[in-house]
């Protein structure tokens, strides 16, 4: 199977395995189509006409071979005697069946003064009453869309008087077998006429046939690349297949915690933050954050010496967190802002934040931020540095953490076992920092 598909491939696809580029219909759109639209005014006439437009359109999910074309039907009023007047494709290189639509009414208004006009199309239908309101008011060409058309009908319907022309809104593709009233069955019979003629324009042009082509190539391209990817798909899995499994932690069961409570130097110093006043540029964290910050900071006892001082000499950043939470039973704040802006805000002060839960990554940045801002900006020496980024295996998250190089005695001795039973699940499996940490450990 492989060796068969892949011999109908295009080298593209057979290496890199993306599609060849498909051929379009742009540049015989450009031949065959008007570039722009042309208007003119139409006769002085006062007999109105009654009209039915429809636009049709081929190949509309791709739009590099999108073709549509319009047609104009003269009708006599609750007569079944319908007579083609005009038809062409939709002008510039932009085709769907909106357009075509919009490109039968720029036609009918250039044909007659007075008429009624009959569209199975909504929007184009309430546009014109759109425009014939607003023109009625006083104002001005409204912003829409495909204004190359809409432009020129305004036009039209601003020289006429008030009332010189109506469109009525009727439905597509009705079976007049089934339609009782009179009204509705001349509706339907004008609407199905007028669609048939619109669409004779492509059908009975040589680009229908090219068009053809190229779609029944596409389908065919798209199988076989649909195949091929569906190929290399199942030949993954079969080679994930042969890959050892990798069997599950689990956690011994004689396992014994760590003796959390000789974590830490046995003596040390304590270290104050300067106060908020005396910032030398406030705190882009906020007030309330770094007030928390500087009064947890100051129960901290730094070692003189880190020598003997257990698990590790350093401690990480997101260890320092835990504690900071366990102490305060608060939060570090979120950015809400965009690249390259930062708006810190904190969810305690902001109740709509804390109605989706907040992965503990992103309090852990802010928390990596703020000290970092710390150290460059806060006016003063902090008792330690930064240093490598390295593993936390001691509270059981084997990623790389932010650390810095002395480990302090921290405030609540239950931090570092809140932290390990976060991150240490009993049945081996690991947590990320892509939980949340709410609900808030307790001390």
């Known amino acids: 199977m492989k060796e068969t598909l892949a011999a109908k491939q295009n080298n593209d696809l057979k290496y890199f395995g993306l599609p060849a580029i498909q051929p379009t219909l ?16 139409p006769p002085e006439d006062l007999e109105p006409w009654f009209l039915f437009l429809d636009g049709s359109a081929y190949g509309q999910t791709r739009r590099d071979v999108t073709i549509s074309s319009w047609a104009v039907v003269r009708a006599q009023f609750m007569e079944h005697k319908f007579t083609k ?6 002008p510039s290189w932009e085709h769907s069946s909106f357009r075509a639509e919009v490109a039968a009414i720029l036609e009918a208004l250039q044909m007659r003064k007075f008429c009624h006009l009959f569209s199975d199309c909504q929007s184009a239908v309430d546009t014109v009453k ?31 008087p008030h009332g010189a022309v109506t469109i009525t809104k009727v439905d597509a593709h009705c079976d007049t ?26 059908l009975n042009h040589p680009i229908y046939r090219q068009f ?81 910050v500087r009064e947890w900071f100051g129960l901290l006892r730094w070692p003189k010496s880190t020598v003997g001082v257990k698990p590790t000499p350093h401690i990480g950043l997101l260890e320092m967190y835990f504690d900071f939470v366990l102490t305060t039973q608060s939060e570090s704040p979120i950015n ?8 810190w805000r904190l969810l305690d002060e ?38 490598q980024r390295t593993t936390l295996n001691h509270i059981g998250y084997t990623a790389m953490s932010t650390c810095v190089t002395c480990r302090p005695r921290l405030a609540c001795s ?18 990320g920092l892509n939980f949340p940490l709410r609900p808030l450990p307790q001390p």
């Open 130 to 160: 759109e425009f014939l309101m607003l023109q009625q008011n006083g104002d001005s060409f409204p912003c829409v869309n495909h204004s190359d058309l809409w432009f020129p009908i305004w036009e039209l319907l601003a020289r006429r």
């Open 414 to 431: 239950a931090s570092s076992l809140a932290a390990w039973k976060f991150f240490h699940q009993p049945d081996g499996r690991r947590r």
């Open 350 to 387: 902001h109740p709509v934040l804390q109605q989706s839960e907040t992965p503990l990554a992103k309090h852990t940045y802010s928390w990596t931020c703020f000290w970092k801002w710390c150290v460059k900006h806060s006016g003063v020496t902090l008792p330690f540095d930064f240093m």
């Open 212 to 292: 053809v082509k190229l779609e029944k190539d596409f389908a065919t391209k798209s199988t076989l690349v649909s195949q091929y990817h569906d190929f290399i798909c199942a030949m993954t899995e079969e080679t994930y297949k042969l890959k050892p499994q990798r069997k599950p932690q689990v956690q011994d069961a004689g396992f014994v915690l760590p003796d959390f409570e000789q974590w830490g130097p046995e003596g040390g110093f304590q270290f104050l933050l300067p106060p908020f006043d005396e910032l030398p540029n406030g705190c882009p964290f906020g007030q309330t954050f770094y007030e928390r």
């Open 177 to 202: 077998a089934f339609i009782t009233d009179p009204v509705l069955k001349w509706y339907a019979a004008g609407n199905n006429y007028t669609d048939l003629q619109a669409k004779a324009v492509v």
């Open 26 to 41: 742009w540049e015989k759109i450009q031949t065959l189509c008007p570039p722009s639209a042309k208007w003119k005014l």
């Open 85 to 90: 007047i005009s038809s062409g494709f939709t």
């Open 336 to 343: 809400i802002g965009k690249r390259p802006v930062s708006i």
